[in-house]
């Protein structure tokens, strides 16, 4: 019978590939005796080292060469299946578990190991809102004969003078008392707010009006050193809305946890992690902060992709009330539940206090920021103590922990595929392929058939 031989073909024994049959060589061989069709022994003339060869149709690796007494040559052959029967096997429809060709980045590669190291990347953006600054601002609300109650936007120290002639004028005190019982209860509340000024005013016209501050029926006058105040804004509403780019270290399936952790500096919150697979095709944090100036309660609400569809809302508190007497602690006024230190404040401010801070008008004490692993919607308590957050009272800040991988993803491709996970036509398919379950279906010996099922669970590559 006639074989061809080859003394040249190079290729993996997991592999497709076949020869140009116009490059072998046809030989007459004889069959040694108890041969079989999946590993047949040719004995021929020659001396040549052949590697590889096609008989009945069916392609065979070379496994070894030998010769006997006589001097004839002995060719041992094993069958290579992939190649035989190559076109069935692209025919064929599987699910595949690996390719070179067809995977998606974002399923978890178990093969690779996650290192221990931890590496921080982090973006800023700055409010428009809060006021990063030591200077001390003041929504002064009181009652007002003439027009009901009042919030006045008031700095430092347009509020020391205001006390300061408070308490020093007996006729003022005097005609307070009468009316309001005490001189000082004509103030409702008073609340350090450490927000951007101009953001509080009232603007009538594109320009805010300045406004006599009234306590009851008295009328503090520009002659008795108090400037007119700007009145704060009708609504009391105050907002921003940001975007904040997400320092991404991976765009693979590397981008969650527990590769990598997104979470999110806010100010007088602190530090809130988030959940990364949230914001896994997007690049950016949305952020809308509403600010009622009435109670200084700040909201957060957290989107990824539309504003229409918030992940999370987050409570916080940016103001610190000051008591001014005792009737209004027991009034019920908002003081977040810190400990409160109060003194007389019109004696404190009156004895040249330069800072309510130091004169014990504020919440005293450190009040840490309550933070908590959000899951959709979860709300979130902070409180501001009259300092400033540790990543800056006007920062948001998005943080990025990851950690590295022993090897790069992307590297495995062209040699060992990329998970896919996905049933498809393995003709459809080039270079590395691994499948689970593979069923050949040809009109053949059973052995084959399983030889090539275990190969194609095995992994092959598709040349």
Not at 198 to 223: A, E, I, P, Q, R
Not at 251 to 257: F, L, N, P, Q
Not at 277 to 292: A, E, P, Q, Y
């Amino acid at each position: 019978m006639e074989v061809l031989f080859f003394t040249e073909f190079s290729k993996r024994k997991n592999s497709t590939k076949q020869p140009d049959d116009s490059q072998g060589i046809v030989k007459n061989v004889v069959l040694k005796a108890q041969t079989d069709k999946t590993n047949p022994t040719f004995m021929l003339h020659g001396t040549e080292d052949y590697v590889y060869c096609k008989a009945w149709g069916m392609y065979y690796f070379v496994h070894r060469i030998g010769y006997d007494i006589d001097g004839a040559q002995i060719v041992y052959c094993n069958i290579d299946v992939l190649a035989t029967w190559k076109t069935n096997i692209l025919r064929t429809s599987a699910f595949v578990l690996l390719s070179t060709s067809n995977f998606s980045s974002l399923l978890t590669d178990t093969r690779v190991p996650m290192l221990a190291d931890t590496q921080v990347e982090h973006e800023l953006k700055q409010s428009e809102l809060f006021y990063a600054s030591s200077a001390e601002n003041f929504l002064l609300t009181c009652i007002n004969s003439d027009q009901g109650l009042m919030t006045y936007v008031m700095g430092y120290e347009d509020m020391y003078s205001l006390m300061r002639y408070l308490m020093a004028d007996d006729d003022i005190v005097s005609s307070m008392e009468l009316r309001f019982g005490s001189a000082v209860e004509s103030i409702i509340s008073l609340r350090r707010m450490p927000i951007v000024p101009s953001k509080m005013y009232d603007y009538v016209g594109g320009v805010y009006t300045l406004m006599s501050v009234v306590l009851g029926d008295h009328n503090f006058t520009d002659d008795e050193g108090l400037p007119r105040q700007p009145n704060m804004k009708e609504d009391g509403h105050i907002e921003e809305f940001i975007e904040i780019p997400i320092p991404w270290h991976y765009t693979d399936y590397r981008k969650i946890e527990p590769y990598q952790y997104l979470s999110l500096a806010l100010p007088f919150v602190g530090v809130v992690p988030l959940k990364s697979s949230d914001f896994i095709d997007v690049d950016t944090i949305k952020i809308r902060t509403d600010v009622d100036l009435r109670t200084g309660v700040v909201i957060y609400t957290i989107y990824s992709y539309l504003i229409t569809e918030p992940i999370a809302v987050i409570n916080a508190q940016c103001g610190a009330d000051i008591p001014i007497a005792s009737l209004q602690m027991s009034a019920g006024s908002n003081y977040m539940g810190s400990a409160i230190e109060l003194a007389s404040a019109g004696a404190m401010l009156a004895h040249g206090a330069t800072n309510p801070v130091s004169a014990g008008l504020l919440i005293k004490g450190s009040v840490d920021a309550l933070s908590a692993f959000l899951d959709r919607n979860a709300i979130i308590s902070g409180s501001y103590s009259g300092g400033f957050p540790e990543y800056g009272i006007n920062d948001y800040i998005a943080i990025v922990h990851w950690h590295p991988t022993r090897e790069e993803p992307s590297n495995l491709a062209d040699l060992y595929g990329r998970p896919c996970c996905k049933v498809l036509q393995i003709g459809t398919l080039t270079g590395f392929v691994q499948t689970e379950g593979f069923k050949i279906d040809i009109s053949s010996l059973d052995v084959f058939k399983d030889m090539i099922n275990s190969l194609m669970d095995s992994g092959v590559y598709l040349e």
